[in-house]
């Protein structure tokens, strides 16, 4: 017998030594091909339900507090532009107002916020030129200033506020008594030290914006404001030890050095100065 006949003999009797297993199913097999379908197209379903009202009054209130916050940040964000001893600084603002600085002054405001609030605050001495048709103010520690498209320039520093119109009309508040006053070009108001508003009128207001030349001019002024505005202009430091009470009415321009605006200042009041280093100095 072949070797290829003893094998297929073998493998028939050991098929013969299991049990026939029955394949028949209860059900066909299109029936079970279908169910498994439709239980994959089913949706799963949520152990928890969120109402479509609850998802909107979420999103609503998050809304809210994004506007809320981009309006504060809007409303808080400040702006400073400062003018160092020794130099005057011109700029813009959002509104296309003309702004001047003079040495040792600052302006602060909202640049996001300025269209619709109009305001800046002040320290120090500025001339102004609004745009046509703009409303716009200007804070100082006495005082407030509103114009509607003028020009004016104001002087706070300290206990000394003073506005003087050049064109349009500027009105003037007092911070510290509810008075107002209003002006017309050529006017000036001073702030008393009661916190009185007082009016001058016909002001040579050539001389009150010559520092945007850098020339200088002094009517009775006391000595020790023409120490300070000769400090801020050279950006040096003086030592006064003179008498406090006196004044001085003169002029001078940039255009000499601090050592001679300081000959001329002392020799026309009877005093002396010295010189310690390059930018500090005394008088006596």
Request: one cysteine or more; a neutral charge; charged letters at 25%.
């Amino acid at each position: 017998m072949s070797k290829e006949l003893k094998t297929k003999i073998s493998e028939k009797e050991n098929i013969g030594l299991f049990p026939e297993i029955d394949l028949d199913f209860p059900v066909s097999k299109e029936e079970v091909w279908n169910n498994l379908m439709n239980m994959m197209d089913r949706p799963k379903q949520s152990g928890r339900k969120i109402s479509v009202s609850l998802i909107f009054r979420f999103a609503l209130a998050a809304s809210l507090l994004l506007l809320v916050g981009i309006t504060s940040f809007f409303r808080l964000y400040s702006k400073t532009v400062e003018s160092k001893a020794g130099e005057h600084l011109a700029f813009t603002l959002p509104d296309d107002s003309y702004v001047e600085l003079n040495a040792g002054s600052s302006l602060w405001y909202h640049p996001y916020w300025f269209n619709l609030s109009g305001t800046v605050n002040l320290d120090g001495e500025a001339f102004f030129k609004v745009s046509h048709g703009s409303q716009f103010k200007v804070h100082s520690n006495l005082g407030e200033t509103t114009v509607l498209g003028t020009s004016f320039n104001i002087f706070s520093r300290l206990n000394e506020y003073n506005v003087t119109c050049f064109t349009g009309k500027v009105r003037v508040v007092s911070s510290r008594k509810t008075e107002i006053i209003f002006l017309n070009p050529n006017e000036q108001t001073y702030i008393s030290k009661e916190g009185d508003l007082h009016l001058v009128k016909k002001v040579k207001s050539a001389s009150v914006i010559s520092w945007r030349d850098n020339k200088f001019f002094f009517t009775g002024a006391s000595v020790i404001s023409v120490i300070q505005e000769i400090e801020r202009q050279y950006n040096i430091k003086i030592q006064y030890k003179a008498d406090p009470g006196l004044t001085y009415t003169g002029n001078f321009s940039k255009t000499l050095s601090e050592k001679e605006v300081l000959d001329l200042v002392c020799t026309s009041l009877g005093l002396t100065f010295e010189s310690s280093s390059k930018t500090e100095f005394r008088v006596n």
